[in-house]
């Protein structure tokens, strides 16, 4: 599976972006996906999961209410709305993918893609 990151930007606090994360290569199904960032001399951390029938998903405490993570299974796409953007969001934002359940560790996961720069102004 690769996977292709977009969407990411400039915005000033407050306001909102979309981000996109288009599979390809084989088959999307039973895969669940997930976005984790990494910001500055900082590991990366979590953010949000969704598993293959989008039927769960599950958030880091900072960003609930404020992010919301779908999927598009015919499109094989995965999606991260981000509102209410603040200057702490600020980072590199990677889709992931992986067989079966979701997990919040980023070890779990087998697939990456190249991250998309996502920089909040105060």
């Known amino acids: 599976v690769q996977l292709q990151a977009s969407g990411g930007g400039l915005v000033q606090t407050g306001g909102s972006l979309r981000l996109s994360c288009v599979a390809s290569?084989?088959?999307?199904?039973?895969?669940?996906m997930a976005w984790f960032r990494q910001a500055p001399g900082k590991e990366r951390e979590f953010v949000a999961a969704?598993?293959?029938?989008?039927?769960?998903?599950y958030y880091l405490g900072s960003v609930k209410g404020r992010f919301t993570i779908s999927r598009d299974n015919v499109k094989n796409t995965v999606y991260l709305e981000m509102n209410s953007l603040k200057p702490e969001d600020t980072a590199v934002y990677y889709c992931?993918?992986?067989?079966?359940?979701?997990?919040?560790?980023?070890?779990?996961?087998?697939?990456w893609g190249q991250g998309t720069l996502v920089t909040v102004s105060s």
């Open positions: 290569g084989r088959s999307f199904s039973g895969y669940s």
């Open positions: 992931a993918a992986k067989v079966g359940g979701y997990s919040t560790s980023v070890y779990q996961y087998d697939y």
């Open positions: 969704i598993n293959w029938s989008a039927g769960t998903t």
